[in-house]
């Protein structure tokens, strides 16, 4: 069950910018830090970005994260074809007492 | 290098319990939490539950009534187990660690595919 909404659908263009948010509650975001995980087809998941806006070793800057409130977001710049996969948001959230995922987005490169 | 890697049945029958081990390997199993999570096919991630080394669980509550967690930190791996299975817990199953310091999934299995038919 997410608790964590997502567009399902995001699109860019190579070298556009492409936003997908993340809307929780005081329960989730709204009291604990995000991360973001991109899993492209077939593969599993990994660490995009951490604690809101912080991106692990190897990861390329054109990612970045931001959080407000209970609401987050991650911005791709610079959009490339090996961008295309599916992304999720996810956080602790105090009354499940348990992770939380979004929905997911699945991102095209047109 | 830290690797995960999940094993146990691709296929399980309805009302039987899915039993899945992670093998942790180069590096330790203690002071870090392990969770389970699972993804149906062409569906999105979910949060199954999560083991600190000493053993202490939290669970999914929508789980919680059908599953156990253990651990056994002298062969660097921890267990899932899901009672009274249906159609609905096929997926594939991934184990994951959480870093304190970054307090997020940093490593992931690269998931094994369980699939409760008869």
């Known amino acids: 069950q997410s608790v964590l909404t997502q567009p399902p659908s995001a699109s860019g263009t190579p070298g556009q910018r492409v936003t997908i948010s993340c809307s929780g509650s005081?329960?989730?975001?709204?009291?604990?830090?995000v991360n973001w995980y991109q899993q492209l087809p077939g593969a599993a998941p990994k660490l995009l970005i951490y604690?809101?806006?912080q991106r692990p070793s190897g990861v390329p800057d054109r990612f970045s994260g931001s959080k407000s409130g209970a609401s987050a977001s991650l911005a791709i710049s610079g959009l490339q074809s090996e961008d295309e996969a599916d992304y999720y948001c996810?956080?602790?959230?105090?009354?499940?007492?348990?992770?939380?995922f979004g929905t997911g987005t699945k991102v095209t490169v047109l | 290098q830290v690797q995960l890697q999940e094993s146990g049945p691709g296929l399980v029958k309805p009302s039987e319990t899915l039993s899945l081990t992670c093998t942790v390997s180069?590096?330790?199993?203690?002071?870090?939490?392990w969770s389970w999570i699972r993804q149906p096919a062409g569906k999105g991630l979910e949060w199954i539950g999560r083991?600190?080394?000493?053993?202490?669980?939290n669970y999914n509550p929508s789980l919680r009534s059908r599953l156990s967690m253990s651990v056994d930190t002298s062969n660097n791996q921890f267990s899932l187990s899901l009672r009274s299975v249906t159609a609905a817990d096929t997926a594939m199953y991934y184990c994951?660690?959480?870093?304190?310091?970054?307090?997020?999934?940093?490593?992931w299995g690269q998931g094994t595919m369980v699939t409760v038919s008869s």
């Open positions: 994951a660690r959480r870093q304190w310091e970054l307090d997020a999934f940093d490593i």
């Open positions: 180069g590096g330790s199993i203690s002071d870090y939490y």
């Open positions: 083991i600190y080394s000493s053993g202490y669980t």
């Open positions: 005081p329960s989730n975001i709204g009291r604990d830090t």
């Open positions: 604690i809101n806006n």
């Open positions: 996810a956080a602790w959230d105090d009354s499940l007492n348990g992770y939380v």
